[in-house]
């Protein structure tokens, strides 16, 4: 099965701080509180715009680590939009959001 959810993050290029989540599951737009709506969602990567490949800057969650940290919110999330809560489906979300996730200073526009 290919993943039901898609990410993105609204805001592109050098004003990365001013967007939003816009995650769906399947077409149904799912609503994210505030607290995760408007900032990064922690998930791991390099985030650095000048050292895009060096590990030395990567931060955040592993997948694992990241699902168990945010089950709660995940699990009302899940109910609230009729989302099996289930590990594939917890895991599908992680990877939707981390292909978009971003850092504040990741893009250089407040540099």
Request: aromatic share 16%; hydrophobic share 40%; charged share 25%.
């Amino acid at each position: 099965m290919t993943n039901p959810f898609s990410a993105k993050w609204t805001a592109k290029g050098n004003n990365l701080c001013l967007g939003h989540w816009e995650i769906r599951y399947r077409d149904q737009l799912l609503s994210l509180e505030a607290a995760h709506c408007d900032n990064d969602m922690g998930t791991y990567g390099i985030f650095s715009y000048i050292y895009p490949d060096d590990e030395d800057f990567a931060e955040g969650l592993p997948e694992s680590d990241w699902i168990i940290e945010n089950a709660q919110w995940l699990a009302d999330l899940f109910a609230k939009h009729d989302v099996p809560f289930d590990e594939a489906h917890l895991r599908w979300f992680y990877q939707a959001v981390n292909a978009h996730d971003w850092r504040c200073g990741s893009c250089g526009g407040c540099i």
